[in-house]
């Protein structure tokens, strides 16, 4: 018995129980540029195919065992948007209607060209293909509900949402190091959250807000008589967050004094308020945010050493988003609809320049200024950037569409730049030639439009 093809990677599944047409169809098909193999029943297809095929199907209607129109109902359960294409005889004509009326892509009647099929299922594959990439993104979406502010498909923040997930159950001190904005206290947040610390208290206290003769207090805590003015006795940020976590943010900031004492926190587990000879043990995890590299003794001034290579057992890196830059469209899609929903407004239509300033901008303050952004787009106080009045039905599209609608105006940008030349425009993309290529027959974009005469 000849073994059923393997589906991955292919474009089109040809169902015919005559094995002359079929392979004739096949092979047709893959001149035509396709990646099509041949099954000779439909049960020999449903034994092989899932609910993530990327691809379409056709299927002969008059098949002994289970017909075309049997099979599509079997796919249909199986994942409603498969597209099916049905061939039908005269006969047929009307049971193919039928199916049509009930979700099939398309029949053709025999007999028919090559080309009215290749151009069916051309239509059909790149229908498949948005399809699958619309749920991947409201399930990305969907997970970013959960990751706020580390929404991204790029390496590095895939890699950091993973060592998260991995860390947090993990009693383990953390560095987090990355510029302004970049979303450090979301990342103590989630390895608070996804922990077994989830009930205990999250207490934040940022270093740098802080004068210097306040903070100590702040941290350990204090004795009433402690020092002029200190009437009554005060739990410390620390103890306070015993049992869960504790945030440092800006920790380059803390004087020397307090560094002294949080070394002593650190080993031992235990504090002393101030103004009191009493030690209190403590139960915490810290998460250290810093906007320096308090390795390089250049940047790290006054802070103490020792400290830094105490805390220095996991250090998570964010990258800034000018290096991640395939993230934006995403990020501003999610903080633009969830800012219109905040102010009650509908999701306004994008004018170019606000898809340039996307693209262009090096976003000095990172993610904080993108969503910072988004709302004043979403309120239509963009400044110089014009933002169109907000389109009837714009609050109705997905974030998926949304997504679409500024990708495709991205790529028309990159080509009206470069003159319609594939190389620089694939350069200024950062994609690869067949994902170009499959971008431009998705969105119906012409590359020839944009050479130069």
Not at 175 to 196: D, F, P, S
Not at 222 to 240: N, S
Request: aromatic fraction near 6%.
């Amino acid at each position: 018995m000849t073994r059923a093809p393997d589906l991955a990677g292919l474009d089109i599944a040809f169902v015919d129980d005559d094995e002359d047409l079929r392979e004739a169809n096949v092979q047709a098909l893959q001149i035509a540029g396709f990646k099509a193999a041949a099954f000779a029943s439909a049960g020999a297809l449903l034994a092989e195919i899932g609910p993530g095929f990327a691809g379409a199907v056709v299927s002969d209607v008059r098949m002994p065992g289970m017909d075309g129109i049997e099979l599509f109902r079997r796919l249909k359960a199986l994942d409603a948007d498969i597209p099916v294409v049905l061939i039908s005889g005269h006969a047929d004509i009307a049971m193919a209607v039928a199916a049509m009326n009930e979700g099939a892509y398309d029949f053709i009647a025999k007999p028919y060209a090559g080309e009215r099929l290749s151009e069916t299922l051309r239509r059909a594959v790149e229908k498949r293909a948005l399809v699958l990439e619309n749920r991947r993104l409201r399930a990305l979406t969907a997970s970013a509900e959960k990751d706020e502010g580390l929404i991204g498909e790029t390496p590095a923040i895939s890699r950091l949402r993973q060592t998260i997930h991995d860390l947090a159950d993990v009693e383990v001190d953390v560095l987090v190091l990355g510029e302004t904005g970049t979303g450090k206290e979301v990342v103590a947040n989630l390895l608070h959250r996804l922990g077994r610390r989830r009930d205990k208290p999250f207490v934040a206290l940022n270093c740098g807000a802080l004068p210097d003769s306040v903070i100590e207090g702040e941290l350990f805590g204090y004795e009433p008589g402690a020092f002029t003015g200190a009437q009554k006795k005060r739990i410390g940020r620390i103890e306070h967050a015993s049992g869960g976590t504790l945030f440092l943010d800006e920790l380059e900031s803390m004087p020397t004094s307090a560094q002294v004492k949080l070394l002593r926190v650190l080993e031992m587990r235990e504090i002393t308020p101030l103004g009191s000879n009493d030690t209190r043990k403590v139960d915490l995890r810290v998460v250290a945010a810093t906007k320096v590299d308090l390795g390089d003794p250049a940047q790290r001034g006054d802070f103490r050493e020792d400290l830094y290579y105490r805390l220095n057992i996991v250090t998570l890196r964010l990258p800034p988003l000018r290096e991640r830059r395939r993230d934006i469209p995403l990020l501003f899609a999610h903080f633009l609809g969830r800012a219109a929903r905040k102010y009650g407004r509908e999701v306004p239509r994008l004018d170019r320049s606000v898809e340039r300033h996307l693209v262009e901008n090096d976003w000095p303050g990172n993610v904080r200024e993108l969503v910072h952004f988004a709302e004043r787009v979403a309120l239509g106080l963009a400044g110089d950037l014009p933002i169109t009045a907000a389109h009837e039905d714009a609050g109705a599209l997905s974030l998926p569409e949304r997504l679409n609608a500024i990708e495709a105006n991205l790529i028309r940008e990159a080509l009206e730049a470069h003159r319609g030349d594939v190389r620089a425009t694939l350069e200024a993309l950062g994609i690869p030639r067949k994902t170009f290529y499959d971008k431009l027959a998705r969105y119906g974009i012409t590359r020839a439009a944009y050479e130069s005469e």
